[in-house]
């Protein structure tokens, strides 16, 4: 079998269409303007690549984009002290701290003081545990954009065997939580699993999302099982150059896979499209307006 491939980048493309036309009926009918606060601190080149093309693609979609960069040897009070701010800003309807925070700075104690109805990561803990027990929240934009693509191409995944891999707060907890709001039997692997391969190939749906390049070959797959794979990895190849790669082997597991999403171009522009659909979302709810459901679990 050789895979459908599903093309993340198109799908992104609608949502972000969607959420632009959302953003536009917001402002015609209710002279509102969502607002997205990004905080960097620090000056890790991946985030700032990351915030780079939020603040972007946040002005695209009609929105306002808010960027705040910090020096990395930010004080714990001026962070939290931002926050406050922002929390009370009228014109901000999302809120979000770009993750690896420098090492002296609390992840936890910073998350959690951003306002719930603003937390467009769904990191926060009172958004974590309305997730953990089916409630409505902020969903995570990662595994939010996981699960459209899913939901797209499956319909119902009602009833199928999902493995994750990979147990971190970002991804694989939420991915895991969100398959089994939509009735599927999960398994979250990780580094101590025993006999992974085997755990895996039980899998109709394979999210990978462990960070390690390339370190899901195609023989642990189950015939026909969609893969989808959250790996962003820069490697080098023979030639010297430099790639992006994901978790999963592309060409052994496209050979076996129903359906595969490539990297580039598969979970990652999700993530931002559904950070944007996020923000919406926010905002209807801040005013008490009626929301598109079309882009939340
Ligand atoms: N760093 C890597 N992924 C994310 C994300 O989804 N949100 C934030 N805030 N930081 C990240």
């Not at 198109?10 to 969607?18: L, M």
């Not at 890790?44 to 009609?62: H, L």
């Not at 309807?93 to 003081?113: S, T």
């Not at 309305?130 to 119902?156: A, E, F, I, N, W």
């Amino acid at each position: 079998m050789t895979a459908q491939v599903i093309d993340g980048k198109a799908f992104a493309g609608r949502v972000r269409e969607k959420v632009a036309a959302q953003v536009a009926s917001l402002k015609a009918e209710h002279n509102i303007t969502p607002g997205l606060a990004v905080v960097l601190v620090g000056e890790d080149p991946a985030s700032q690549v990351y915030v780079r093309s939020k603040g972007k693609q946040t002005v695209e979609a009609g929105m306002n984009s808010y960027e705040y960069k910090l020096e990395a040897d930010t004080s714990e009070s001026d962070l939290l002290a931002m926050i406050d701010k922002l929390n009370a800003d009228d014109n901000v309807h999302g809120i979000l701290v770009q993750l690896p925070l420098p090492k002296h700075l609390n992840e936890d104690l910073v998350i959690n003081r951003i306002a719930p109805s603003k937390d467009v990561d769904g990191f926060h803990i009172s958004n974590v545990g309305l997730l953990g027990t089916g409630q409505k929240s902020m969903v995570p934009c990662t595994p939010l954009g996981c699960l459209l693509m899913l939901r797209d191409h499956h319909g119902s995944l009602s009833g199928m065997d999902a493995v994750v891999i990979g147990r971190s707060n970002i991804v694989g907890k939420p991915m895991a939580q969100l398959l089994l709001n939509d009735s599927c039997t999960v398994t979250i692997a990780h580094s101590r699993t025993k006999n992974l391969a085997d755990v895996v190939r039980r899998a109709d749906i394979v999210v990978a999302a462990v960070g390690r390049p390339e370190m899901v070959p195609g023989d642990w797959i189950k015939e026909g099982a969609t893969v989808i794979d959250v790996g962003i990895n820069r490697i080098e190849t023979d030639e010297g150059k430099t790639k992006l790669v994901g978790d999963v082997d592309y060409d052994s597991c496209a050979a076996v896979a129903g359906a595969i999403t490539p990297v580039p171009g598969g979970v990652g522009p999700m993530t931002i499209a559904c950070l944007l659909a996020n923000t919406v979302t926010a905002c209807c709810r801040i005013h008490g307006l009626a929301e598109d459901n079309e882009f939340t679990a």
